[in-house]
Nanobody, 125 residues
Framework: HVQLVESGGGSAQPGGSLRLSCVAS????????MAWFRQVPGKQREGIAS???????IYADSVKGRFTVSRDISKNTLYLQMNSLKSDDAGMYYC????????????????????WGQGTQVTVS
């Protein structure tokens, strides 16, 4: 089983940037389908971005053009570069992984992923 640990959250001003990292252990992420989710109190976990084993990416409309998901196989790490931050981007960000391909229509749905990190908090103000 893969274990996921997120970091990089914190506080940023509107228009600023943050880069989140998700370090995986217990398995290589090379063949995993991975994603970032965001959750705010009282709301469901929202899919932000996903990346598959051939580095094809999918983004939520709300972050297209501002966020970039990537991974470094050599470091077994998933990243989320967040630019032009808005107040609506605030929340707890979770890294998620699934050991096989997730079809596009499911790629931003929390139920498609098996493994989750503990989250890292992002504040924009």
């Amino acid at each position: 089983h893969v274990q996921l640990v997120e970091s990089g959250g914190g506080s940023a001003q509107p228009g600023g940037s943050l880069r989140l990292s998700c370090v995986a252990s217990g398995a290589t992420i090379k063949h995993y389908h991975m994603a970032w989710f965001r959750q705010v109190p009282g709301k469901q976990r929202e899919g932000i971005a996903s990346i598959d084993s051939v580095d094809d990416t999918i983004y939520a409309d709300s972050v297209k053009g501002r966020f970039t998901v990537s991974r470094d196989i050599s470091k077994n790490t998933l990243y989320l570069q967040m630019n032009s931050l808005k107040s609506d981007d605030a929340g707890m960000y979770y890294c998620a992984a699934h050991s096989t391909y997730v079809v596009s229509i499911q790629a931003l749905r929390a139920g498609a992923y098996t493994y989750w990190g503990q989250g890292t908090q992002v504040t924009v103000s």
